[in-house]
């Protein structure tokens, strides 16, 4: 009896919501990326996003180079936006907004802007596209990134920043 | 490529979106409040999220190019997402740490999060929006002053 129970407290401590809702989700986010790619070879992400909508306003070069799939991805992200609203109005029902201060939203953003770019990828090019080709610097990447997140997350948490 | 594409390439990209975006709205991560609660250790659940989409590409990745040469759409053979690594990797890894710490968020679960009604967001999009330009507008003079081209990435 005790014994049955232990793994179950501990399954409960470490998924206070259950794993439901992130399984279920994550095999949806992982099925979004393999329609793209099977019918187009594409393994998309969605950080690229934001230089190449740059690209319409900014001759800058590097931006330029992305001219070519700037459409596109602009199509993928609205997809983003309208798959998540029909999550919103038939599960989630109605609006959600958060209380993480605007200043953390801000500041965290240019963060992400710069690094996910300079670092070749984000949490779904990187993480969910790179990490399922078993690429290794898409494996240090996430590395990288899970690690220094948490200890800022922790540190800011620290420091008494709430929420 | 753009002018002669398959009439179907932007439907697909568009339910690729539709799906990709509300498994980000269902998992929850369009929330900055639950990934910041993985990154304090108080709920683990993104983990699944996070190995649960690498899985499914995983197996579509290893299968396809054995299945098939090209994707019909494009023609574009199917490959598996690899770049090159070099210290960018890392720096910038390492920047975006600082940022998915501080705010919660990252690209593809902030659209996802205006998705969802949350419209304060908009506070880490043009902050996205600002620190791509930034890190463009330098790399740009940078390449610039350089006669070698930049490796594309």
């Known amino acids: ?163 | 490529m753009s002018g002669n594409r398959h009439p179907l390439f932007m439907p697909l990209i568009f339910v690729g979106g539709l799906i990709f975006g509300f498994g980000l709205g269902f998992s929850h991560m369009a929330r900055p409040e639950v990934v910041l609660d993985f990154l304090q250790f108080d709920d683990f659940g993104l983990l699944f999220v996070m190995f649960g989409a690498a899985i499914v590409t995983g197996i579509a990745f290893a299968i396809m190019p054995r299945v098939g040469d090209r994707a019909p759409l494009t023609g574009r053979a199917y490959g598996r997402r690899l770049k090159s690594f070099d210290r960018n990797v890392l720096i910038g890894g390492a920047i975006f740490g600082v940022g998915w710490g501080l705010s919660g968020i990252c690209p593809g679960a902030a659209y996802a999060s205006l998705g969802i009604g949350n419209f304060t967001i908009l506070w880490a999009l043009v902050g996205m929006f600002a620190g791509a330009y930034i890190q463009g507008y330098w790399r740009s003079q940078r390449a610039a002053s350089e006669t070698t081209p930049a490796g594309a990435d």
């Not at chain 1, 029909?86 to 965290?108: I, S």
């Open chain 1, 1 to 163: 009896m005790f014994t049955e129970l232990v793994p179950l407290a501990l399954t409960a401590e470490l998924f206070p919501n259950g794993i439901f809702r992130y399984a279920v989700g994550g095999l949806l986010v992982g099925l979004g990326a393999v329609v793209i790619y099977m019918g187009t070879g594409i393994p998309a992400g969605a950080s690229t996003f934001l230089e190449s909508t740059l690209s319409y306003v900014s001759d800058q070069s590097r931006f330029q180079q992305y001219r070519s799939s700037r459409d596109w991805r602009i199509v993928f992200t609205l997809g983003i936006i309208l798959g998540a609203a029909v999550y919103a109005v038939f599960w989630q029902g109605g609006t959600w907004t958060t209380d993480v201060q605007p200043w953390r939203l801000l500041l965290g953003g240019v963060f992400v802007g710069i690094g996910t770019r300079i670092g070749k990828g984000c949490t779904s090019g990187h993480g969910v596209c790179g990490v399922g080709s078993a690429s290794k610097t898409s494996i240090v990447g996430v590395m990288t990134f899970l690690l220094v997140a948490i200890v800022t997350a922790q540190l800011v948490q620290a420091m008494g920043v709430s929420p």
